[in-house]
C-alpha cells in the first residue's frame, strides 16, 4: 500500500497460536477474554491499515499507530504464549513494554505535528545511513525529497530529540499520578527486566533445606487481566 508517497506494508496482523496445552495455573475463562480482547485488537489494527491519509501529517500518525500497534499486538500475543508454556515471570517484562507503547502511543497521536517532526527526523537519519552504505540515488533522493518538502512547509523546525518516558508520562498524567503509574508498571516489573537483585525473592524461596525456584502459581492471570487492559 502507498499512502502519499509512503511504502506501507500489509502485515498479517492476528493472534500467534499454537498446539500447546493450557498450563493448569491459568483460568481458561480469563485466557478467553483476553484473547477476545486481543482480536478486537487486531480487528482494528488491521482497519486502521485501509484508512486512507491523504495529508503527510495524517500519513505519519497512521504510520504511528501502525508501529507501536505492531509491536503492541506482539507482545499482546507473547503474554497469551508465555501463560500456555506455564513461563509466567516473563510476562512482566512483555507487560512494561506494553505499558510504554501505549503511553508512547496515547502521547504522539496528541501531538501530530511532532509526530510528524519526528518522522521527518527518521527519513534525515536513514537517508544519511543509505548515503553511508552506497544505496543506489532513487533511494536517497525519495529520502530527500521528503525532507525537503517538510522543511518547505515549516521554515521554522527545530529538530526534536526524542522525549524520554519521564518528561512524556509527566505531561500526559502530571508528576504525582505519573509517578504511582510508573511504579506500578514500570518500578514493579524491572527486576524481572534486568535480573537486579530486587528480583531475587520473587525466583528463589527455602524449603528448609535447600534453596527452591518459586513457581509464578499467581503471575498467570493478573498477566492476562492486565493484557487484556492494554488490549
Request: charge should be negative; include cysteine; proline fraction near 6%.
Amino acid at each position: 500500500m502507498t499512502v502519499h508517497g509512503i511504502i506501507i506494508p500489509a502485515p498479517a496482523f492476528g493472534p500467534r497460536e499454537c498446539g500447546a496445552q493450557m498450563s493448569p495455573k491459568v483460568d481458561p475463562t480469563l485466557y478467553a477474554i483476553a484473547e477476545e480482547a486481543h482480536q478486537h485488537f487486531v480487528d482494528l489494527l488491521n482497519q486502521v491499515l485501509v484508512l486512507k491519509a491523504p495529508t503527510l501529517e495524517e500519513a505519519f500518525q497512521k504510520r504511528l499507530i501502525i508501529y507501536l500497534g505492531t509491536l503492541l499486538n506482539e507482545t499482546i500475543s507473547e503474554v497469551l504464549l508465555l501463560c500456555t508454556h506455564d513461563v509466567l515471570r516473563r510476562t512482566q517484562p512483555a507487560l512494561r513494554s506494553a505499558w510504554e507503547y501505549v503511553i508512547r502511543a496515547t502521547y504522539y497521536a496528541q501531538r501530530s505535528s511532532l509526530n510528524t517532526a519526528h518522522f521527518t527526523e527518521l527519513f534525515s537519519k536513514l537517508r544519511r545511513l543509505y548515503d553511508q552504505l552506497d544505496v543506489p540515488p532513487t533511494v536517497t533522493e525519495y529520502f530527500e525529497e521528503k525532507v525537503m518538502l517538510f522543511s518547505e512547509a515549516h521554515p521554522d523546525w527545530v529538530r526534536p530529540a526524542e522525549a524520554g518516558l519521564k518528561p512524556i508520562r509527566d505531561e500526559m498524567y502530571g508528576p504525582k499520578l505519573a509517578e504511582g503509574l510508573y511504579s506500578r508498571w514500570h518500578v514493579s516489573y524491572s527486576p524481572m527486566t534486568h535480573g537486579t537483585f530486587d528480583g531475587v525473592a520473587q525466583v528463589l524461596g527455602h524449603d528448609g533445606n535447600n534453596t527452591v525456584v518459586i513457581p509464578g502459581t499467581d503471575i498467570a492471570n493478573i498477566a492476562l487481566a492486565e493484557a487484556t487492559r492494554f488490549a
